[in-house]
Structure formats: C-alpha cells, structure tokens
C-alpha cells in the first residue's frame, strides 16, 4: 500500500494527487447536496475550453528552457489589441474571429521575438524578469488603451468619446462563434465542441512541431543547454522560437477564451492571466523544466473542475465568507511556489 | 612629464564623473521626472512637502525591512506582505483588547513580534530551498500568504478563533470586517511632539524612531552578525567554505526583515487611521521595493542612504502624478497608469541590470580561471 501511494506520488507529483483527491471528495459533497451535477459538468466544460490555449501557451516556453512564461501577458495584449482591431473592422461572426487570430500572430509574434532577446541576455532570472515586465508592460498598455485612436462607439467611453472601455462586449460580434460550432447536446449538456477541436487542432500542431527536427532541438537545448550547446545546437535561437511560439499561442488563446466569455477584458484585465495558466499546467504534473501536451490537457481539466464544483459546494457548506476564493488563491500560488522550490536549491 | 600626468590626471577625474552618472543613473533619472512632474502638476510646494513628509513617516520604516536581506545576498524581500500581515495581527489583537493611544501601539508591536518571527523563519526555510530563485519565490510566497491569511480572518475568526466584538467581525459572526477602524491609536505617535517649520508639520517622535532604525541597521552591520552577512552576499560558497553556516544566517536576515516589516506597518496604519483588513498590506512589498530601487539600490546592494531617497522620489512621483496627468492629458487615471508603470518598470529594470552585471562577472571569473589554467 505504502509503495504504492510513494510510486504513484513519484509519478503524478504531490500537488496532482492531493487536486484529485480533493476533486473527488468535493464532487461526492456535490451529489449529496444534490447539486445539479450535469450542470457543473456543462460548466467545467465550457470553462476547460475557455482557458485551454492558455494554458497550451507555456508548453513551448518551458520545453525551450525559458521557465513559467510569467510575461505571457505581452501575448495577450496583443491578442487583444487583434480583438480590438477586428470589431473596428466592424466585422461580425466567425471571419471576424479568424481575422483577429490571423492579426495578432504578426503582433505576437514580433514581440515575443523582441522579449526573447530579452530574456536570452538574463539567463537563470528568467522568471523574476519575465513577472515584472510583463506587469510593467500591463501598465504601460493601460496608458495605450487610454489613447490609442479607436472609433467603433461599441469600445470606446460613451462620454468624452475617447479611449476604449474596460470589458468590451462582444455580443453581436463573435460571442461564443466557437462555442457553438457543431454544438451537439448531449444528455442536455451543450458541449463547446468548436472550441475543444480548436483546442484539439492547436495541441496537434504543437504534438507535431515538437516531432520535427527544430521541436526536437528545442527541447534537446531546454533539457541541458550546455550539452546541446556542445553538440551544435543553437540554444538562444531555439529559446527564441519557444518564446515566439508562446506568446503566439497566448494571442490566440486570449482570443478564444473572450469569444466564450463574451467580452475582452483591457487594462488591469491581463494581470494575473498567467498565473491562472501556469498553476493549470503545473497541477497537470509538469514543472518549470518539463512540460507535455498531456501535461496541459489534465492540468486545465482538474483546476477549471476544481474552480467551478468547489463554488457552488463550499459555498452551501460555508455560506460565510468566500472560502472558494480563498481556496483557489491557496491553490493557485502553492502549486506555483511547490514548482519553485523543485527548481531551486541549487544555489 | 608632468604634464602629460596632468592629462592622466584630468582624464581619471572626467571618467570619475561619467562613473558617478552611470552609477546614478536611475535616482538621476527619477530627480528629473519628479522635477517635471512637479512642473506639470502646478500643485503647491508647501502642499507636496506636507504630503511628502506623511508619506515618508508611513513608509520609511518598510522601505528600510528591506536593507538586510539585500546585503546577507537574498534579493530583494517580496515577502514582506507576510511581514505586514503579522502587524496587522498585532492591531487586530489590540482592538479586541481595546487598549488605544501609545500603550496599545506598543502592546501591538509586541503582540506582533511572535507572529513575525514564526513567519519569517518560515519564509526562510522557503527561501533556502530556493537558492538563486529567491525573488520570484518571496513573490509568489506572499500571495500564497495572503490566501491563507483570508483564510484564517474571513473563516476562522468567529469559528475556530472565538471572537465575538461587533465593531470588528461580520453582522453574520463569522470573519472580519472589510474596514476595521483604528481611530484610537491613530496619530497617537505622531502627534506627541509636532514641529512646524515654514508650514511643515513634521511628526518629530515618529521621525526619531525611524533614525533609530537607521542606526539599528547600521549597527547589526557592523556586528559579527553583520560581516557574515556581507560575506553571503559577496560569495555564498566562499562563505560557506569560511565555516559561516549559510542557512541559518539566511533565516536570521530574513526574521529581522520580517519583523521591521511588521513594525513598519504598525506604523503605516497608525497614521492612516483604518485597517482595510484585507487589501493594506497587498501592495506593500511592491511599493516598498519600487521606492529603494528608485534610490539606485540594486538587487545586491543597498544602503539607508538609498532607502531614503529613493522613498522621497518614489512619493514626489506618487503625489504629483495624478495632477500631472490631468493637466497634461486631461486624464488622472493616465497618472495613475504611469506610477504603476514606474513601479512595476523600475523594479523590471533593475533586475535586468542585475543579471546582466552576473553575466559579465561569470564571464570575467571564467576568464581568469582559463587565464590561471594556461
């Protein structure tokens, strides 16, 4: 019994194990407070979907070597900056959520080349660097929003007729166009079947960049530097691809989760994103070192399941308080600072 | 000759000047955006003195928790949130007692220090589990903190801790209030013994304490205490080899901060007046860093001298930046938007620079190895 639990500890890691053992215990409280379950079910679907992309952003940066990508706000203001750009377009319905991916790749893109030079220039303190600038570039964006020379009425303050909004809805634009491809009902679930193939086809893409001859190298020069560097590798250019890729995927993937939240959320809104993102992947058993796309998959699954049962439960136990809010700061960073002290200690 | 000395001479002197500028450059930088913030806001100079001299009596002592762990080689403390939470237990502790004016001040300090040793020894032995990733994992550590802290004052209190005074917990019993007004002990420092110079009120006891920090400081420093923690910070395995036992020097720079934080906010919130019990100490290790970075301190180097000035440019920005939006671009929440970019800005900078001057100094050790070894 005890070699057991101590293998599968050495497999999934203490935080994917006690996540799974509280899930379940939360959704045994769930049906004896006869909750509506599939509703919970239908939830953590809809919530999985949203964040999926997300989180699929930090494989990249930490297969090439870079850690938790802390900044990956900088791709998701440029995903929102993309957002922005499609509804001045005025353009409506799936083109227009194809046309906001299409233009913030560029967008990413070039700036998650920029913040790798970065970033190749502070080995070892990548991630300290990575959380402040990314603050740093929040802040500065804040200021952007407030002058950038938006028209569209639907995004700007109705008085003094500039700067854009806080939330912008996206209500007759592309609200939930993913979510509704080929949704199916299943036993009175609507299943965002659009936006998990998206997810789905992203996760192949990357599957499939990593078998190829660049994605291996990558990750040859993310598990030892030195030893790919030995052997002819490139590392900075490799780290540098993670990087771009990362941010790419956290442009799309702001994307997606607004067209299932219904609104693009500026200013302070890309603060603490990436958090929610790396303790996800985290949960799912990867580390600062090592990341998979399984990784990803049962990291957003058991996290967004965790957010959405433990609300409505807790809450019925303990209608004092916002214990579920605390409950999910406590997860969120323990598993951030559990990853840490993994990493460190080698002084 | 000589004058060709007098030439090598003038030479050093000019290249020390340029030295000097290089090595300022960040409070330079700050003494000009201040200058021109001050411009743009058209406020009153009586009116920004009199801001500036509260702001520094709230904020120094924090600013200056932060010296210790910096020279024992540990970064800068994100973790001093965990610190201010254990001031805010003291205050808490005093309202239930119900002990105001300069007696219940100091009882809170004292209640505090327990709180603030058991919580910095944990930060430590955190910390020393994480060598070379401190910053990140104090950061992370005390938003991890503040989960917990909302635990034990949002569920705990009225549950597992019997507390039962209605001024402070929740109409529903359970957890405290989002407010908790600390009008009894407010001021209770600072109005002792107020001088007024050209219109300045300046809290003169307040304003002592905090030069006795300073000498406190200075004076740990200066102990054996102080020179093992200078040799950590110079060279960690060098230390070790000399026999100075890392780990629990480390613990005890990190107590000492932890401590002095709680101390700082006791004071902080004795000037404010209300203990906004689960948001004032949120911000407070951010602002406390940003402001000795602005004093040109880095991430390995800090002295008073820096706490302080970098604490005056940092509230000079804080004061003036609001109005300085507004008249500028018919905006104050563009101002405010800034001072959040300098803050989250300078502290990116600075760690920048840090790891870049680690790159060149790596660099220039492994030359002098291969040097030796040919």
């Not at chain 1, 660049?214 to 002819?232: I, Q, V, W």
């Not at chain 2, 001298?305 to 003036?320: E, N, S």
Request: proline share 3%; charged share 10%.
């Amino acid at each position: 019994m005890k070699s057991m639990w101590n293998k599968i500890i050495n497999k999934y890691g203490y935080p994917k194990v006690y996540i799974v053992i509280f899930l379940v215990i939360l959704i045994i409280t769930a049906i004896i407070q006869r909750q509506d379950i599939p509703g919970l079910f239908r939830d953590s679907i809809v919530r999985i979907g949203m964040n999926s992309v997300l989180v699929l952003a930090m494989v990249p940066s930490i297969a090439s070597g870079t850690g938790l990508n802390f900044a990956l706000s900088i791709g998701i203001i440029c995903g929102l900056l993309a957002g922005c750009i499609s509804i001045e377009l005025n353009m409506t319905g799936f083109s227009a959520f194809m046309t906001a991916v299409v233009v913030s790749i560029p967008m990413s893109a070039v700036s998650g080349y920029l913040y790798s030079k970065l970033i190749n220039k502070v080995k070892g303190d990548e991630m300290t660097i990575s959380t402040y600038m990314g603050w740093a570039i929040v802040s500065l964006m804040s200021i952007a929003w407030l002058l950038l020379p938006f028209k569209s009425p639907e995004m700007i303050w109705a008085i003094g007729g500039k700067g854009l909004r806080q939330t912008i809805s996206l209500a007759g634009r592309y609200d939930k166009v993913l979510d509704n491809f080929m949704n199916i009902k299943f036993m009175d679930m609507n299943i965002p079947i659009g936006t998990l193939l998206f997810f789905g086809a992203l996760c192949f893409l990357i599957w499939l960049f990593m078998k190829s001859k660049t994605g291996a190298a990558m990750l040859a020069s993310g598990d030892n530097p030195k030893f790919a560097e030995a052997s002819g590798i490139n590392v900075d250019k490799h780290r540098t691809i993670g990087m771009v890729i990362s941010t790419i995927l956290g442009g799309i993937g702001i994307i997606v989760y607004a067209q299932s939240y219904g609104f693009f959320q500026l200013y302070q809104g890309p603060l603490m994103m990436p958090f929610v993102a790396i303790s996800a992947i985290l949960l799912g058993g990867a580390s600062a070192k090592k990341a998979s796309i399984s990784n990803v998959i049962s990291g957003v699954i058991l996290f967004q399941m965790l957010l959405t049962i433990s609300l409505p439960t807790i809450n019925k136990l303990m209608p004092e308080g916002n214990l579920s809010e605390v409950i999910r700061i406590i997860v969120q960073n323990g598993v951030i600072l559990y990853a840490l002290t993994k990493v460190g200690g080698s002084d | 000759m000589s004058t060709q000395m007098e030439l090598k001479n003038k030479k050093e002197k000019k290249f020390n000047i340029l030295n000097i500028l290089v090595q300022n450059s960040v409070p330079i930088m700050f003494f000009i955006i201040c200058f021109a913030g001050i411009y743009a806001s058209k406020l009153n100079m009586n009116y920004i003195l009199n801001e500036l001299v509260l702001r520094l009596d709230r904020n120094l002592l924090l600013v200056l928790s932060l010296i210790i762990p910096v020279i024992a080689g540990m970064g800068l403390n994100f973790a001093l949130v965990i610190g201010a939470m254990a001031g805010q237990m003291g205050l808490v502790a005093i309202k239930l007692l119900n002990v105001g004016g300069i007696p219940g001040l100091l009882l809170a300090m004292l209640i505090a220090v327990p709180f603030a040793l058991l919580f910095g020894l944990g930060t430590g032995k955190v910390l020393n589990k994480t060598k070379g990733q401190e910053m990140i994992t104090s950061l992370i550590l005390g938003y991890f903190a503040m989960g917990l802290y909302q635990l034990v004052f949002l569920l705990f209190m009225g549950t597992i801790i019997p507390v039962k005074n209605p001024e402070i917990i929740l109409p529903g019993g359970v957890g405290l209030k989002n407010a908790v007004d600390l009008k009894f002990i407010q001021y209770s420092l600072d109005n002792i013994w107020k001088l007024n110079i050209f219109g300045i009120k300046i809290p003169m006891v307040s304003i002592l304490i905090i030069v006795l920090f300073c000498y406190l400081i200075r004076f740990i420093v200066k102990t054996k205490l102080g020179q093992d923690f200078r040799a950590l910070g110079q060279d960690i395995h060098i230390a070790k080899v000399a026999g100075i036992h890392v780990d629990n020097k480390r613990l005890i720079a990190i107590t000492i901060s932890t401590v002095m934080a709680a101390w700082g906010q006791i004071m902080f919130l004795q000037n404010i007046g209300t203990l906004q019990t689960y948001s004032s100490h949120e911000q407070v290790g951010m602002f406390a860093v940003a402001a000795i970075l602005v004093g040109g301190a880095t991430v390995s180097k800090a002295t008073i001298g820096q706490a302080i000035l970098g604490t005056i440019l940092f509230h000079i920005l804080f004061i003036v930046s609001p109005n300085a939006g507004k008249n500028l671009f018919g905006d104050a929440q563009l101002g405010e938007f800034f001072r959040a970019f300098v803050a989250y800005g300078v502290i990116a900078m600075s760690l920048v620079l840090h790891a870049f001057q680690k790159r060149a100094m790596a660099k220039q050790k492994a030359e002098e190895s291969e040097a030796q070894m040919d």
